[in-house]
T-cell receptor, first 115, second 116 residues
Framework: EPEVTQTPSHQVTQMGQEVILRCVPI?????FYWYRQILGQKVEFLVS????????KSEIFDDQFSVERPDGSNFTLKIRSTKLEDSAMYFC?????????????FGPGTRLTVL | AQKVTQAQTEISVVEKEDVTLDCVYE???????LFWYKQPPSGELVFLIR??????QNEISGRYSWNFQKSTSSFNFTITASQVVDSAVYFC?????????????FGTGTSLTVIP
């Protein structure tokens, strides 16, 4: 069964460093997402991406964040200058089609630790 | 205001007991979808069910059942004869058609512990 994959599973970085989190969505899916979950808290929406552009973003997704689909398979989240409060689990998700809030399939997550 | 409220932060039950996890949502859309996801200790989010706003029929899948009531804006989840493997955090989520990105609004989750 197709699944969303994410790499790395755990990333440790120093404050101020840039990190890139990588995701490979399910191949025929059209909508892509990043969510964040600070330890012990709820899952929060960061950004949605469709047709090679951001369709919506939350207040959390400030200028330090960017997303990209550099090729036909990868979907990346970049944090330019990490802060301690960026430490969280980051989930990538994808869904098959536009226009219908269908089921989103989540990857296993990348745990980001900022020291 | 919270779009999805899961008032139960933590629940503990003894194995084989039934348990109901509550979810209350808020939306102005007439078309929306509701979801339940399970997050086991390993951390991934496992899809359990999707319900659209036009389908109030309750659903049963094995030991799992869901009760959707638009009149009370609730979408509750019941586990019958709970097992230790059911121990996890369960999240309810809402997605609205009016929202361009159709992103999910998650509740704060209910941590379920099933004691053997």
């Amino acid at each position: 069964e197709p699944e969303v994959t994410q790499t790395p599973s755990h990333q440790v970085t120093q404050m101020g460093q840039e990190v890139i989190l990588r995701c490979v969505p399910i191949s025929n899916h059209l909508y892509f997402y990043w969510y964040r979950q600070i330890l012990g808290q709820k899952v929060e929406f960061l950004v949605s991406f469709y047709n090679n552009e951001i369709s919506e973003k939350s207040e959390i997704f400030d200028d330090q964040f960017s997303v990209e689909r550099p090729d036909g398979s990868n979907f990346t989240l970049k944090i330019r200058s990490t802060k301690l409060e960026d430490s969280a689990m980051y989930f990538c998700a994808s869904r098959p089609e536009a226009g219908v809030p269908d089921t989103q399939y989540f990857g296993p997550g990348t745990r980001l630790t900022v020291l | 205001a919270q779009k999805v409220t899961q008032a139960q932060t933590e629940i503990s039950v003894v194995e084989k007991e039934d348990v109901t996890l509550d979810c209350v949502y808020e939306t102005r859309d007439t078309t929306y979808y509701l979801f339940w996801y399970k997050q086991p200790p390993s951390g991934e989010l496992v899809f359990l069910i999707r319900r659209n706003s036009f389908d109030e029929q309750n659903e049963i899948s094995g030991r799992y059942s869901w009760n959707f009531q638009k009149s009370t804006s609730s979408f509750n989840f019941t586990i019958t004869a709970s097992q230790v493997v059911d121990s996890a955090v369960y999240f309810c989520a809402l997605s609205e058609v009016s929202n361009t990105g159709n992103q999910f609004y998650f509740g704060t989750g209910t941590s379920l512990t099933v004691i053997p």
